[in-house]
C-alpha cells in the first residue's frame, strides 16, 4: 500500500488495506460482527477512491446524503437480495472506471500497462466471488479460496510495483 503512496490509486489501495483489518478488530475487541454491512462500505469506498477529488469536494453533500442513503435503505430494507445486487452494481462500476483509466492510459503512453490489467483482473475476482456467493453455487468455498490466492499474489506485485513503474509498460511500435 506504502509503496502506492502518491500515485493515483493510492487510495483505493489503502481502503483495499484497512478494512479487512478493521472487520477484524471490530469482531475481536467488540464482538461486533460487521460482515452484512463491511462488503457495502468498502465498495462505496473503492467507488468513492475512483472519482475525480474535484467532483467529490464540489459535490460533497450529495456523496455523503447518497452514501448514508444508501446504507440506511439496505440497513432498513433487511433484504440479503437488494444488499447482493447493490454490491454489485457498485463492483460494475468500479470495473467500468478501473477500465476506463486502462484505456486512457494506454492512449496516452501508447502502450499497455500492466498494472491496470491485474487490477481489473483483481476487481473481476471480486465481482465473480460475489456472484458465486449470491447465487449459492456448490463451488463458493472452493472458488474463493482459489481466487483469494490468486488475489493475495496480486497483492504482493501491487506492494512491490508502483502504478508508474516503467516495468508495467510494454510499448506500441508506431511507424
Known amino acids: 500500500m506504502f509503496r502506492q503512496y502518491k500515485e493515483n490509486l493510492f487510495y483505493l489501495f489503502l481502503v ?37 477529488k474535484n467532483s467529490l469536494l464540489k459535490y460533497k453533500w450529495a456523496v455523503i446524503t447518497s452514501f448514508i442513503s444508501l446504507v440506511l435503505i439496505t440497513i432498513l430494507i433487511g433484504n440479503k ?17 478501473i477500465f476506463i483509466l486502462f484505456t486512457k492510459n494506454s492512449i496516452y503512453e501508447k502502450g499497455i500497462n500492466v ?11 471480486n465481482l465473480f466471488k460475489v456472484f458465486n456467493y449470491f447465487f449459492a453455487f456448490n463451488n463458493f ?11 493475495i499474489t496480486i497483492g504482493i ?16 511500435k508506431t511507424l
Open 16 to 52: 483495499l488495506a484497512f478494512f479487512d483489518p478493521i472487520g477484524v478488530m471490530f469482531w475481536l475487541f467488540f464482538s461486533i460482527n460487521t460482515a452484512p454491512l463491511l462488503p457495502l462500505l468498502v465498495s462505496l469506498s473503492l467507488v468513492l477512491t475512483l472519482q475525480n
Open 157 to 172: 506485485y501491487f506492494s512491490i510495483v508502483k502504478e508508474s513503474s516503467p516495468k508495467n509498460f510494454f510499448r506500441f
Open 81 to 97: 437480495s437488494l444488499f447482493y445486487m447493490q454490491i454489485v452494481g457498485l463492483h460494475i462500476y468500479i470495473v467500468y472506471k
Open 141 to 151: 468455498f472452493k472458488y474463493s479460496t482459489i481466487t483469494s490466492i490468486f488475489q
Open 115 to 125: 498494472f491496470y490489467i491485474l487490477l481489473l483482473f483483481y476487481e473481476l475476482m
